[in-house]
C-alpha cells in the first residue's frame, strides 16, 4: 500500500501519459449544455467543445462533482493508500475545492488533506505533479502537503486572449469593459493571482501579447531552471511556436504543450494561449 495518493480534478489539464506514469486520480467536471450533461475529458471532446461554442448562442454551464462523487473516489482510493492529498483550483473560481473539502469530512479511516493550488489549468496540474512526485518517491503526507504548498507559492500564469466574448458570455467581465476591449483592438497579458484574473500588459496584437508573456517569464524566473508548460485552446501551431520559443530563451527542466479541456474552455472560448511555469 502506497503511504499518499494524490487526487486533482479534470481542470488541471494534466496530459494523460502524466497522470498515467504518476498514478495521479482524476476526477471529471460536468459540463452541461442545454439539457445534456457531459464528464469533461470523458465523453466530450475539445473539438466539439469549440463547435458548440462558435455555433450556439447559449453559454454552457459548468457544475463541480458532486460531494458522491468525491465520497466514491475517496474510498476507492483509500484502498490503496495511508492517505490521500486532494488538489482543486481556488476557490474564487470554482466550487468544487470546498465540495472536496466537504467530502473529506466526511471519511473516516483515513486523512484526506484538501489543497488549494491558487491557480488553475496547468498551473494546477504542476502542483498535482511535483505531489505526485513525492508520493511515488516514498514521502509521508505532511511531506507532500509541504511541497505541493511550495510549489503551489511559486506558480505564475499568464495568457492571452482571442476575444473577450467568451468571459463577458460567462458573467467574467462586464459587457462596457470587454466592447471597449474589443473596439480599441486590445490583446491584454493576463495573470491569475490567488484566483484573481488581473491586467499585466495591454498591447495591440497577439505577437505583442506574446513577447510581453516571454519578458514577464525573463523578469520572474531571473536565470533559474524552469518548469513550464504552454497551454491553449484550438491553437495548437500558435502553441507550438510559443513553446519552441520558451525552450530557446530559457533553461527548461520540463516543458510541456497541453490543451484546455472542454471545461476550460467554456470560460475561456478558443483561442487563448499561455503559460504556466515556476523555476527551481
Avoid at 508548460?229 to 502553441?239: C, N, R, T, V, Y
Wanted: with cysteine; proline share 5%; charged share 15%.
Amino acid at each position: 500500500m502506497r503511504q499518499v495518493a494524490i487526487v486533482t480534478d479534470s481542470s488541471a489539464n494534466l496530459p494523460t501519459e502524466l497522470v498515467r506514469q504518476w498514478n495521479i486520480r482524476v476526477i471529471p467536471i460536468p459540463l452541461i449544455f442545454g439539457r445534456q450533461t457531459f464528464l469533461d475529458g470523458v465523453n466530450i471532446t475539445p473539438d466539439e467543445i469549440y463547435r458548440r461554442l462558435r455555433a450556439d448562442k447559449d453559454m454552457p454551464t459548468t457544475a463541480a462533482p458532486s460531494v458522491g462523487d468525491f465520497l466514491r473516489l475517496y474510498a476507492a482510493t483509500g484502498q490503496e493508500a495511508s492517505g490521500i492529498v486532494s488538489i482543486h483550483m481556488s476557490p474564487a473560481l470554482s466550487s468544487t475545492y470546498n465540495v472536496a473539502l466537504t467530502a473529506s469530512q466526511l471519511i473516516d479511516g483515513i486523512p484526506i488533506r484538501v489543497l488549494n493550488c491558487h491557480s488553475a489549468a496547468i498551473g494546477q496540474g504542476f502542483v498535482a505533479l511535483e505531489a505526485a512526485r513525492d508520493a511515488v518517491a516514498g514521502a509521508t503526507l505532511e511531506a507532500v502537503v509541504s511541497r505541493a504548498n511550495a510549489v503551489a507559492a511559486k506558480i505564475h500564469l499568464l495568457f492571452t486572449l482571442e476575444t473577450f466574448e467568451y468571459l463577458h458570455r460567462g458573467g467574467r467581465i462586464g459587457g462596457a469593459a470587454a466592447l471597449v476591449a474589443t473596439l480599441l483592438q486590445i490583446r491584454p497579458v493576463l495573470c491569475l493571482t490567488d484566483g484573481h484574473v488581473e491586467v499585466l500588459a495591454k498591447t495591440r496584437t497577439r505577437h505583442k501579447a506574446l513577447r510581453s508573456i516571454l519578458e514577464q517569464m525573463t523578469a520572474k524566473v531571473n536565470g533559474h531552471p524552469l518548469h513550464a508548460a504552454i497551454f491553449h485552446a484550438d491553437a495548437p501551431a500558435e502553441a507550438e511556436a510559443f513553446r519552441q520559443a520558451v525552450a530557446t530563451r530559457f533553461q527548461c527542466t520540463e516543458l510541456y504543450v497541453t490543451e484546455f479541456t472542454p471545461v476550460m474552455s467554456t470560460h475561456t472560448g478558443p483561442g487563448v494561449l499561455g503559460v504556466a511555469f515556476y523555476a527551481e
